[in-house]
């Protein structure tokens, strides 16, 4: 299997629940990035895995946890989440170099959440 | 900071009709262009890109020229087909953080529905 895997495709949750996303790449990527794409709006970065470390979160509630256990996988923990949170989740990644900010993203499929 | 503007959607055309998607960008540095396609029920793939000025990436029959002196980088393509119905993002990488992963700035999205 190649490429950027994510699960599940679909995700109901209640708002005292706790979930996890899953995200896999097969594609030899140092950088794995999680991004929030909500109806009418641009995508927004949500947190950036350089070779395992965090390296940006902007500024996202700290009801989403992300862990980044190794260069291929990376989790986005979801706990107490509002109504507002529902959007589909991308998963992305990419090479990591001295000219990184030249090289496309590969994104995932996504999952599609919805909070009740 | 960075910001990507593109044409308000959606976009209706009739099959082998000439398409211009219009994307606009500001940026601290010196970006790379790309643009990306999103069909339904899937994550983005990218469909082209530019590293510098007056350079023309192109794909699939689309093309797209990196224009400085306009900050722009629209999207054309000469006949349009059923199967490029999708939605078309612009985004930028911009490097004058000396970032080497790369950050993407996304648009909004484009529509575009091709009739038979």
């Known amino acids: 299997e190649t490429g950027v895997t994510q699960t599940p495709r679909h995700l109901v949750m209640g708002m005292t629940n706790k979930k996890s996303l899953k995200c896999e790449q097969h594609?030899?990527?140092?950088?794995m990035y999680w991004y929030k794409q909500s109806a009418k709006k641009p995508l927004e970065l949500m947190f950036v895995y350089s070779l395992e470390e965090r390296v940006e979160n902007n500024s996202v509630p700290s009801r989403f946890s992300p862990e980044c256990p190794n260069s291929s996988h990376l989790f986005l923990h979801l706990h107490t989440l509002q109504p507002e949170d529902s959007a589909l989740y991308l998963c992305a990644s990419s090479p990591q170099d001295g000219r990184g900010y030249n090289s496309p993203l590969h994104f995932g499929n996504g999952t599609r959440l919805t909070v009740t | 900071g960075d910001s990507v503007t593109q044409m308000e959607g959606p976009v209706t055309l009739s099959e082998e009709a000439c398409l211009t998607i219009n994307c606009t960008y500001t940026a601290t540095g010196y970006p790379s262009l790309f643009w990306y396609v999103q069909y339904p029920g899937e994550g983005l793939q990218l469909l082209l890109k530019a590293t510098k000025a007056d350079d023309k990436g192109s794909n699939k029959g689309f093309e797209a020229t990196y224009r400085k002196e306009t900050t722009s980088f629209h999207l054309e393509k000469g006949s349009v087909q059923v199967s490029d119905s999708a939605v078309y993002f612009c985004?930028?990488?911009?490097?004058?953080?000396?970032?080497?992963?790369?950050?993407?700035?996304f648009g909004q999205g484009t529509i575009l529905t091709v009739h038979p």
């Open positions: 985004a930028l990488s911009d490097n004058a953080g000396g970032t080497s992963y790369g950050k993407l700035t």
């Open positions: 594609l030899g990527h140092n950088a």
